[in-house]
């Protein structure tokens, strides 16, 4: 009869347990670090911009303890913490890293996800306008993390080989997001597309009729697609 396995189920557990937990507590702590971060960049943005433009609107709002906005004029910039542990599929490269190889628990990750909105999407509840994913922040149980973005947040944090989380670097990746937020227009669709609408659109959509995407997620995702 084989050895009862029972004893090495309960250790994996337990390990995978305590380090899930661990995890959980970094990627919390960077996330109320991300909103102080926040906070601290609206105030200089908005003591900068308020005898110039006072329609301009800036502000960080918190929603709950998995969420807060950045509304950057025209832009909500939605902040979401995953209360889930994840891992990523095992032929990314940062699973195939020594880091993770030589340690398999650190394949454990916290997320913080970063979506883009319009913020009038939300001010006239026009609920079927698109948000797009602009990063995602992930972090293990060692505090070290990797960040997926578009562009220039794609661009600074490129390398998927992970480093221990700095305050600093929570700081450089709230203003590359505001950044990019702030930078990408709005397309309108092409004319022969809107030329005819219903009665239904009409009542539903009052506010929207017109609206816009984001021309660089529209680009982007829509070539993921194609591909």
Not at 32 to 61: F, H, N, P
Not at 155 to 179: Q, R, Y
Request: a neutral charge; hydrophobic letters at 40%; proline letters at 3%.
């Amino acid at each position: 009869m084989s050895q009862d396995p029972t004893e090495s189920i309960i250790e994996i557990l337990l390990n995978k347990s305590t380090v899930k937990q661990k995890t959980y507590r970094k990627v919390c702590k960077a996330f109320k670090q991300l909103e102080k971060e926040a906070q601290q960049l609206i105030e200089v943005l908005s003591a900068k911009t308020i005898d110039r433009d006072q329609d301009v609107k800036l502000s960080v709002e918190s929603i709950s303890k998995q969420e807060f906005h950045i509304r950057v004029a025209g832009d909500l910039l939605v902040f979401v913490l995953h209360t889930n542990i994840i891992t990523l599929p095992e032929d990314y490269e940062y699973n195939k890293s020594s880091y993770v190889t030589d340690q398999p628990l650190r394949k454990y990750l916290g997320q913080i996800n970063v979506y883009n909105f319009m913020a009038d999407s939300f001010e006239f509840n026009r609920l079927n306008d698109p948000g797009y994913l602009l990063a995602r922040l992930l972090i293990n149980s060692e505090n070290y993390f990797i960040v997926e973005g578009d562009r220039q947040v794609g661009f600074m944090f490129k390398s998927a080989a992970a480093k221990e989380l700095k305050n600093v670097d929570l700081n450089i990746l709230i203003k590359l997001i505001i950044s990019q937020a702030a930078e990408n227009d709005l397309v309108v669709p092409p004319f022969p597309n809107i030329r005819n609408i219903t009665v239904r659109e009409k009542l539903e959509k009052t506010q929207s009729l017109g609206a816009g995407n984001k021309i660089g997620f529209q680009m982007s995702y829509q070539n993921e697609t194609k591909s």
